[in-house]
C-alpha cells in the first residue's frame, strides 16, 4: 500500500471546488434571494407608511403647540418671541 501523496489530495480538493454547481443549488439560492427582496420590499413599504402616519401627527403637534404660544403670548399681552426669549432666559 502507497502513503498517501499531499500534492494527490490537494488536486482532487482543487477538481471539487472547480466543478460546476448542481442546478437544484442554484435555482434553491435565487429562490432564497427572491424571498429576502421580496421581504425587504413589504417591510420598507411598511416603514414609509409607518413615518407617513408620524409625520401627520407631528405636523398636528407643531400646529397646536403653535396655537398654544400664541394663546400664551395673548394672555401675557406680548409678542410669541418675547415669551420665547424669557423662556430661554
Known amino acids: 500500500m502507497q502513503p498517501a501523496c499531499p500534492s494527490r489530495n490537494l488536486l482532487s480538493m482543487e477538481k471539487a471546488i472547480m466543478t ?13 434571494i ?3 427582496g421580496s421581504a425587504i420590499g ?4 411598511q ?3 409607518h413615518l ?11 400646529s397646536d403647540r403653535l396655537a398654544l404660544w400664541r394663546e400664551i403670548a395673548k ?12 423662556d430661554d432666559k
Open 52 to 62: 407617513q402616519v408620524i409625520e401627520g401627527k407631528l405636523s398636528d403637534c407643531e
Open 42 to 45: 413589504v417591510l420598507w413599504r
Open 34 to 36: 427572491t424571498g429576502l
Open 20 to 32: 460546476t454547481p448542481d442546478p437544484t443549488t442554484i435555482g434553491m439560492l435565487l429562490t432564497a
Open 75 to 86: 394672555q401675557a399681552g406680548t409678542e410669541i418671541e418675547d415669551l420665547k426669549k424669557q
Open 47 to 49: 416603514v414609509t407608511r
